[in-house]
């Protein structure tokens, strides 16, 4: 079989995924260990009997619903590949919002950040490359993906970023000038639960009560004792959540209460303020 023939059978994908053509490339790329330049500037390649069969391993994966960063092993967030594993969600576009968001706020040159519930390590790596002199602590619940995190963490060498294992504020000191969190708010009856890649990824990372609020309503109202005077609270929620999320930060006294909308114009990423009594009290 070509190359260009290969990349025919995306047509197989058309039931299992929106993108069947995105899906067909990254798998041949993976299978081939080349870019996906060389897709197309070789067509005429000619598979071997052994890659053929690989690819029909990578393809019935793949139809049986496979997250095909699960078979690859990685996934591209902001400007580089991590690794991921079933012990974490799968990073999104969707998220990239919340990393420009953070890089916006005007922190400090020397600002310390904590990212809760920091999975592959998506969101504090990224803004460890854009910030070299920001000292990030990121934290995870589950043991495996702090180790996931920190192994993309060696492999991108950013050492402005430490790894640690508890449940949200559990194991951090505090001080932050910003607290970031991607936290479980999907509603455990979503039925998009249960279609899709949602499938594949850990329930504890996706789901909370409270219709999706619970984990965000619990890392608000920590956040107050681990931020600094005029430090921010970011998180990321659903496209439905926003005002429920800004009345909360409101209630619990946090100001400049500010929602930020996706490419696809959802309120995707909600923030406040944390002042001190005297700065909070001179602000009303």
């Known amino acids: 079989m070509r190359l260009d023939q290969a990349l025919l059978l995306s047509s197989e994908l058309t039931d299992v995924s929106p993108t069947p053509d995105i899906d067909l490339e990254l798998l041949l790329c993976h299978l081939l260990q080349q870019p996906r330049s060389y897709l197309f500037t070789w067509p005429e390649y000619q598979l071997s009997d052994a890659e053929c069969q690989q690819l029909t391993e990578l393809l019935a994966r793949r139809k049986a619903g496979e997250p095909v960063a699960h078979i690859i092993g990685q996934r591209g967030f902001w400007s580089f590949d991590l690794a991921v594993s079933s012990d974490t969600l799968i990073p999104r576009p969707d998220t990239e919002l919340l990393v420009e968001t953070a890089l916006q706020l005007g922190l400090p040159v020397d600002a310390r950040v904590a990212d809760l519930g920091t999975g592959t390590g998506a969101i504090a790596l990224a803004l ?47 001080g932050y000038d910003l607290v970031i969190s991607n936290p479980p708010y999907i509603d455990e009856q979503d039925p998009h639960l249960a279609a899709g890649d949602l499938r594949f990824e850990p329930k504890t990372a996706l789901v909370a009560a409270e219709k999706g609020l619970a984990d965000i309503r619990c890392i608000s109202e920590q956040a107050r004792s681990y931020l600094q005077p005029g430090g921010w609270l970011l998180f990321e929620h659903g496209y439905e959540q926003a005002p429920a999320v800004r009345d909360l930060l409101q209630e619990l006294g946090f100001t400049v209460v500010t929602t930020w909308r996706d490419l696809a114009d959802h309120e995707r990423v909600t923030g406040g303020r944390w002042l001190n009594k005297e700065e909070h009290y001179a602000d009303r």
């Open 128 to 174: 460890a490359s854009e910030q070299p002199y920001w000292q990030l602590v990121a934290s995870d619940i589950v043991t495996g993906a702090v180790a996931l995190a920190e192994r993309n963490r060696q492999r991108l060498g950013l050492n402005n970023v430490t790894l640690l294992q508890g449940s949200w504020f559990e194991p951090h000191q505090g």
